[in-house]
């Protein structure tokens, strides 16, 4: 076209304006595909805990708490507005784990079928099955990171807290937290879970009897906020009930601020690339002032100028936008491929944000021509044309 | 009725604060359809500025002194907007300027083109048009060569095929020569005068060069802002009238 021969008029002028915009939608796109990972785990924990209602003693979030018994199962099954209220177990995989983004690799007990199929979450097996309510003893159905990361194929055994489990499942990938869960029958977990107690406590408790959570599921037409007011009444204070507003409360404002903050720091570094350049279209209208006399006398109009120019730096932006996608792309590809061993997948890349981000590249390269397009409309074409 | 007619052109420049030039202290001028007109004077005659003018790159200033009257085929554009002025230099007048004045990025025919292109002519006509105009100035060979490939003459030629190609009522060239040796100079004005004599095209250009105003119907002569001579024939009353007009 002929604005990339203009361009290519000032090599080394453009490399760097471009380079300095495609640094920017770089990171824009690496930073924003991590936000999109932890708004989708995030996200689908929120699915998960919209319309339910987790009971436990204390809250797993803030660390020590008491176990439940089985008899409140069938205390609060017998609540008015209660469908179904099942038990579970969860843990982490390994109490050595060390922070990382996104979230820990858990062991999680249940009950399958103790939802009375009022479960909405999606979840399926992609190789094998999931648990029915006939397994028992030690089987596993894997989360999709963790199978990666432990290298398990069904009908192999794993070792979980040091004991051999049969995997019988691998679950598909559900970008939140199952993809890094062992799932496994109530009575596994418990037994498991007890060993985790201090000694004292160990030899207090009955094994069989103990639940880390009970999930509540409402009845058609209650809705779960109501639920958990009676939830909470009915049970007494020491009991915590945690509905899908808390969850988000909780962890929204951590979403929104990692968006927010990630975002902000692209976006500084692509407000640089833009005043780059503006100073670039600002060099190329003073180095073309004859050509644009010329053209203004023989009859273009200022606007027409103007339109040259704008449509000169947005092409501008568009390159950058399409070279930092690029390099965006293959970054977080790779940092994938790398974490994917360890079960660490944190970058998201969607059409959405690579689109916005050639999208607003080329919005940033246009609005940068503005001020320089006026100028040069405002020449007057014989001044222009005796310009030296 | 005269193609180009003005009266009562003035134009003062502010060059800054304190520093203003009377360019042009109230010119009379009316040029035929179908001649070619030379306008002469030593530098600071306010020859460019009348130039600028009548191709209305510039205003006529309207105060300090009775109305400018300035009319293109009958039409008044004394007082045009500055879209008004651009919309007819680019379909009604054809440029030529002293420095060679194309594009360095696009080809003689794109440089061609860019005329049509702002007289709202596009596609398959402009380039049409555009080869047809290179034709006429026998450049139909180099149409895909840019200006940095093209020899001084052979530029200025493709000038003139960019003010050619919108089959102007005008062409208005500043210095068409002042840039070339004498033997592309003779080409070029022999060029110039062709079109004026077999197509009828109507021609008003600045020059120093007196064998270049010898080549014209006539010569305008201005000094210190003022026609001092019309250049018409002592046999035309119309010579006799500007005679009378031009102050001693």
């Known amino acids: 076209m002929r604005l990339v021969r203009d361009l290519a008029r000032r090599k080394l002028r453009s490399t760097l304006t471009i380079t300095g915009i495609a640094i920017g939608i770089m990171a824009l796109v690496v930073f924003g595909s991590m936000a999109n990972k932890m708004n989708a785990l995030i996200g689908g924990g929120s699915k998960y805990y919209a319309g339910k209602d987790i009971v436990s003693i204390g809250s797993m979030f803030s660390g020590s708490f008491q176990p439940l018994s089985l008899s409140d199962v069938d205390k609060i099954e017998k609540l008015d507005g209660v469908a179904a209220a099942t038990p579970g ?111 004292l406590i160990q030899s207090k408790v009955n094994a069989a009897d103990i639940a880390t959570s009970i999930t509540v599921y409402p009845k058609a037409g209650v809705d779960a906020e109501t639920l958990k007011t009676r939830l909470q009444s009915a049970l007494g204070g020491s009991y915590t009930v945690m509905d899908g507003k808390d969850f988000d409360a909780m962890l929204g404002s951590i979403s929104t601020i990692f968006s927010l903050v990630l975002t902000g720091v692209a976006m500084l570094s692509l407000l640089v690339g833009g005043l780059s350049t503006v100073n670039t279209m600002a060099m190329a209208v003073a180095e073309r002032t004859r050509e644009i006399g010329i053209k203004r006398a023989i009859g273009a109009s200022r606007w027409r100028i103007r339109r040259e120019i704008v449509l000169e730096s947005a092409v501008i932006g568009l390159i950058a936008g399409l070279i930092g996608l690029a390099i965006g792309a293959a970054m977080t590809t790779l940092f994938n491929d790398l974490g994917r061993g360890s079960g660490n997948v944190l970058f998201e890349l969607t059409l959405g944000t690579a689109l916005t981000a050639v999208a607003f590249a080329t919005g940033l390269g246009a609005v940068a021509g503005f001020v320089p397009a006026w100028h040069a409309s405002r020449l007057d074409p014989v001044t222009a044309l005796r310009y030296e | 009725m005269a193609l180009l007619e003005g009266r009562n052109l003035r134009k003062t420049y502010r060059l800054s604060k304190r520093n203003t030039v009377e360019a042009l202290k109230g010119v009379e001028v009316s040029i035929e359809a179908g001649e070619m007109v030379a306008i002469m004077g030593p530098s600071g005659s306010g020859k460019s500025t009348l130039m600028h003018i009548l191709g209305l790159l510039h205003s006529p200033d309207p105060n300090h002194g009775p109305a400018p009257e300035l009319r293109l085929g009958g039409e008044d554009v004394a007082s ?64 895909d060569h840019k200006p940095s490939e093209l020899s001084g003459g052979e530029q ?87 005679s009378v007009a031009v102050p001693a």
Do not use: W
């Open chain 1, 89 to 199: 177990i969860d843990m982490m995989l390994d109490d050595s784990t060390t922070a990382t983004m996104g979230t820990p690799e858990m062991i999680s007990g249940s009950v399958p079928g103790g939802d009375k199929g009022l479960e909405t979450f999606p979840m399926t097996a992609s190789t094998g099955r999931l648990l029915i309510a006939s397994d028992s003893g030690n089987v596993t159905v894997l989360g999709s990171d963790l199978a990666r990361k432990l290298n398990a194929k069904v009908g192999g055994k794993v070792a979980l807290r040091n004991v051999d489990f049969t995997v019988v499942g691998i679950l598909a990938p559900t970008l939140t937290a199952p993809d890094k869960d062992a799932e496994v029958p109530l009575g596994a977990a418990q037994q498991l879970f007890v060993k985790t107690l201090p000694p």
């Open chain 2, 80 to 143: 045009l907007s500055d879209n008004a002025r651009t919309k007819i230099r680019a379909r009604r007048m054809g440029f030529v300027f002293q420095d060679f004045n194309l594009v360095p990025t696009l080809t003689a025919l794109e440089n061609v083109m860019l005329a049509c292109d702002y007289a709202g002519v596009g596609g398959k006509q402009a380039k049409q048009a555009g080869i047809e105009a290179l034709g006429l100035v026998g450049l139909a060979d180099r149409a």
């Open chain 2, 156 to 242: 200025q030629r493709v000038a003139i095929a960019r003010a050619l190609v919108n089959k102007p009522e005008i062409i208005l060239a500043d210095e068409p020569t002042g840039n070339l040796d004498s033997e592309r100079s003779a080409e070029v004005l022999a060029l110039l005068r062709e079109f004026n004599r077999e197509h009828g095209q109507t021609i008003v250009l600045v020059t120093h060069d007196a064998e270049v105003g010898e080549a014209c119907d006539r010569i305008i002569r201005m000094r210190d802002g003022r026609i001092r001579d019309y250049g018409h024939r002592i046999d035309s009353p119309v010579a006799a009238y500007a």
